[in-house]
């Protein structure tokens, strides 16, 4: 009887070698069904085909060997050391193997198991290895996994080894192959545009591989399955932003617009004339936008989200933007004033602290359209607040506000275009994997004559002489941050806390004035403490990273960072982002524990590029820290690599794009299987969309 794919979602309990027991042992690795098990590709591999032959080793060889144990047993020595040793057997001879002190190895290697041992070969009484890691292969019951000298090693759990696992793979895989042809969704013309291979024969080869050259291929055959999905997940969102929901055409004539453009005191750069434009495009057409603005602190996003701002003024309606904190709201006012002054456009604040008379008069003028652009907080998306001709939402730092926040100033918008802004630079996989559902624009060019933050690393010797230095520099009338990884003293971490570090500050600058910023003190706190450092009231800031993205302080030009080494990339960069700000030249000081600094940390000190560090964070973390799949609602990744495989990511987003452009529903025959795989493995993530 022929075989149906719906086989392959029967429980794995069912399976040769699993049984109930080993079931519920396999559903801690997420391993529920027969497909779940085909999937669960090995995680690394133990290369025999490298393997010194045993006849061949001679003392001082580091080698790696594989071979039965034909003998094995623990012997005591006069110090009361207990060895355990293990003689090996391959096709060519005999080599002693110990372990000094590891007795109990006694207990789970026995005589017949076939083992990988890799270690240097010396001499005593006899050839004899001491192994730095060795791999059992097969027990003496089993035989051997795979025709192949390749041996898959397999995520395991307690109770069931990798080795278990192998032996129930390899008892049920020519089976499941068989299935899982019939799943196979990519024609043989579309396997060749990427440069891969089949869906059956790729799991063949990461189960099976005949050599480690086979297995890379494979893996990509399986990484593009699931960046095609993800891609899918997006252009199914994008689709419905531009085309279910009514969007606005601000298409009027621009008069206004390049008013404003032309009194600008500079040029644009030619990434903010890129972004502008692709910006503009959106704007005019009557599908609605929903694009993120990226770029590095300093670049320039403000005056491109600006000029958006007054195109949609000049058609008659309204722009919105939604800052995190009402510190940054108030900047953004400030900015947008100064550049929106040449035009007669005065943009209206609406956070939590414009209360009494002044807030009625501004919910009015905000109800009736009065109020071109207002600019405000989560105030903005509280009750009794409506916007009476809304055509453009800017959502500034959005990874900062919740999902119900997002959606309610969606919502309040009604047809409004949206532009999403973030500082925070990441590669542009990353962003494809994360934003895919966002059309993307990236000004990645600083403005000219912008002078590069002076990177310093040191050790803690070095401390002494880079306060000297901060002390010239506040005596010249600067301001400064000094950072600190936690709040309290604690005894897991030995690190310096910022509230014990404001006592020994305010000693060594008893002339200054200091003051304490971090994340529990209360929102009106911190919003004072801000403010009394914006006015210049406060010199030294002593700080935790809740400043990482806040206010801009021109007057700041020195950022040190204790314990430099217990941050992250990204993170240290965003710090470094507080300075600069202005026409002086600014530094940033990197402390680090220990004898040398860490990789991240040279690479910190070696760039100001935004994009750069976003790539190095992604090399040296790995995209599993940097994804963020439980904060976007995606599922995460877990065979493509978005380093290695950014060409399958934009042919898969290309192709995703072009197939729900065509058939949006994917009712059609050729495009039902591939609406049927949403739904069965991604119908949770797909939902997440409908809330931003």
Known sequence: ?????????????????????????????GVFTARDLLFHVPYRYEDATTVARIAS???????????RVVSKGVIPTRRRLRIFHAVLKDDSGLIECAWPGQPWLDNTIRQGDLLLASGTVGFYHGRQMRPREHTLLASGSEAEAGSGRVFPVYRATEGLSHRQIRTIVESNLDG???????D??????????IGTMPL?????????????????????????EELFFLQLLHARARYRYRSREAGLSHAAPPELTERFLRSLPYRLTAAQKRAWEEIRADLESPARMYRLLQGDVGCGKTVVAAAAMVRVVDCGRQAILMAPTELLAEQHLRTLAELLQPVGIEPTLLTGSVTGQRRSGVLEETREGRAPVVIGTHALIQEGVEFGSPGLVVIDEQHRFGVEQRRALRDAGGAADTLVMSATPIPRSLALAVYGDLDLSVIDEMPPGRKSVITGIRGTGDR?????????????????????????ESDAVEAAAATRALDELSGLFPEFRLDLLHGRLGGADKEEAMRRFLSGETHLLVATTVIEVGIDVPNATVMLIEHADRFGLAQLHQLRGRVGRGGDQSYCVAFYTGDAPPDRLRAFAATN????????DLRLRGQGNLFGAEQHGLPALRFADLERDHKLL???REKARAMVEADPELSSRPHRPFGRVLEERYADHAALYAVG
């Not at 059956?200 to 593009?224: F, I, K, Q």
């Open 609 to 616: 590029d935004g994009f750069e560090i976003a790539r190095e």
């Open 200 to 224: 059956p024969e790729a799991l063949a080869r990461l189960h099976r591989p005949d050599t480690l050259a086979e297995v890379e291929p494979a893996m990509r055959r399986l990484a593009y």
């Open 650 to 652: 934009e042919h898969a």
């Open 184 to 193: 196979e969704l990519f024609g043989p013309d579309w396997l060749r545009a």
């Open 176 to 182: 499941l192959l068989e299935e899982v042809a019939e």
């Open 464 to 488: 002494a002489a880079a306060f000297e230095f901060l002390r010239g520099q506040l005596a010249a009338g600067r301001q400064a941050y000094v950072v600190y990884p936690l709040i309290d």
């Open 57 to 67: 080793l001679r003392p001082g060889d580091d080698a790696t060997i594989i071979g």
């Open 1 to 29: 009887m022929p075989r149906n794919s719906a086989d392959l979602h029967r429980p794995v309990q069912y399976l040769k070698g699993v049984g109930p027991r080993r079931a519920e042992k396999l559903a801690r690795l």
